[in-house]
């Protein structure tokens, strides 16, 4: 699956490339919500390269979908990080495929900790998301750990286990709990305000920097009255 477009903050000096495609079948993908994306021209390895050129930055993020799917990535993050001398990032990732050369961090998406859960809800193994992403973070990377709290099923016994592997690696590494958002033909429910304070609180008591999002449907859709960071523009 090629890139397909790259957008520009120009406040956080960040380029952010795009592709599509995942290896995982999450049963609660947030991708589901949004509008179909229509059809984009492939980007070649020399328009990122012209395109990245002509801005002042000092990271890329590149973002799904699932990055790793991408067969350029390895040549994109070499051009980026070598030729261009820019930090690079996975803007969001399940895991399964990192640590990568060229790479300098990732923010993982654990999606369970049980493996008959994770098998359940993504269609692929638990297992290597958790062990690529210890060896990632020995390897020296700069990671970020996230989750989606789903009452009922990623339950706060479930967040806790994600919780206390993180630590394990590394306390000071940054989590995000981000509440369920409902998908329809879902069984699930949107978390109340209580239960993400409890679930919160929980994961604190592992980790140092724990955040977390409690979006409606409609704030999913567009994040950009809610993050800065999401005020970006098209530039190819």
């Known amino acids: 699956m090629p890139f ?4 520009y903050s120009e406040p956080y000096r960040r380029a952010t490339v795009h592709n599509r495609g995942c290896n ?3 049963r609660g993908c947030a991708y589901k919500i949004k509008d179909p994306l229509p059809p984009e021209p492939p980007l070649s390895l020399a328009g990122l390269r012209e395109a990245l050129s002509g801005l002042a930055l000092e990271r890329v993020h590149f973002m799904g979908g699932e990055p790793t799917t991408n067969p350029e990535l390895p040549a994109a993050l070499a051009l980026c990080r070598r030729e261009l001398s820019l930090r690079t ?3 969001h990732t399940n895991g399964s495929r990192i640590p990568l050369e060229d790479l300098d961090g990732a923010n993982v998406s654990f999606k369970a900790f049980s493996p008959g859960k994770h098998l359940y809800y993504t269609g692929q193994p638990a297992e290597p998301v958790y062990s690529h992403f210890r060896q990632a973070h020995e390897a020296g990377l700069e990671m970020r750990a996230s989750c989606v709290y789903i009452p ?5 016994d479930e967040v806790e ?6 630590a394990d690696c590394s306390p000071e590494i940054p989590f995000h709990i981000m509440g369920y958002i409902p998908i329809p033909g879902t069984p699930w429910p949107r978390p109340t305000d209580q239960q993400m304070t409890e679930v919160v609180l929980l994961a604190r008591e592992h980790l140092q920097q724990v955040g977390f999002s409690h979006l409606t449907v409609d704030e999913a859709r567009d994040l950009t009255h809610r993050d800065d960071r999401f005020r970006v523009v098209r530039v190819r």
């Open 4 to 7: 397909t477009k790259i957008t």
């Open 89 to 91: 990032f996975l803007g």
């Open 161 to 166: 286990q994600i919780a206390r592997f993180v």
């Open 24 to 26: 995982f079948r999450c």
């Open 152 to 156: 009922g099923f990623v339950d706060l």
